[in-house]
């Protein structure tokens, strides 16, 4: 399994990004697939996920905000967000899991993660 974060940039307060998730190895009908983000010193946070490829859930600061998507043909899934805040400035990951979890730890493969900067 393997997973390609992309996506991330410079965005100023208000601004919209899309990170994307290119992922090979597990197919989204069997798997649950989430954002993460992590800022210094911090645990990684749960954001959003799709799970078995059709339920979405989302924490609740980004919802609203955020949407969580897929496209099957491409086996890429995407974050949108929108409305940034200076305070959603982290470095996001997308990760895949065979269980419906938001721990961190029950996740078994991770992308390399992507920098969002969102400026005030």
């Known amino acids: 399994v393997q997973l390609q974060a992309s996506g991330g940039g410079w965005v100023q307060t208000g601004g919209s990004l899309r990170l994307s998730c290119a992922a090979s190895g597990r197919t989204f009908s069997s798997s649950v697939m989430s954002w993460f983000r992590q800022t210094p010193g911090k645990e990684r946070e749960f954001l959003a996920a799709?799970?078995?490829?059709?339920?979405?859930y989302y924490e609740n600061s980004v919802k609203g905000r955020f949407t969580i998507s897929s496209d099957n043909a491409k086996n890429t899934v995407y974050l949108q967000m929108n409305s940034l805040k200076p305070e959603d400035t982290a470095v996001y990951y997308c990760?895949?899991?065979?269980?419906?979890?938001?721990?961190?730890?029950?996740?078994?493969?991770w992308g390399q993660g992507t920098q969002v900067t969102v400026s005030s």
């Open positions: 799709l799970v078995w490829g059709s339920s979405t």
């Open positions: 990760a895949t899991s065979r269980t419906w979890t938001v721990r961190e730890r029950d996740y078994d493969y």
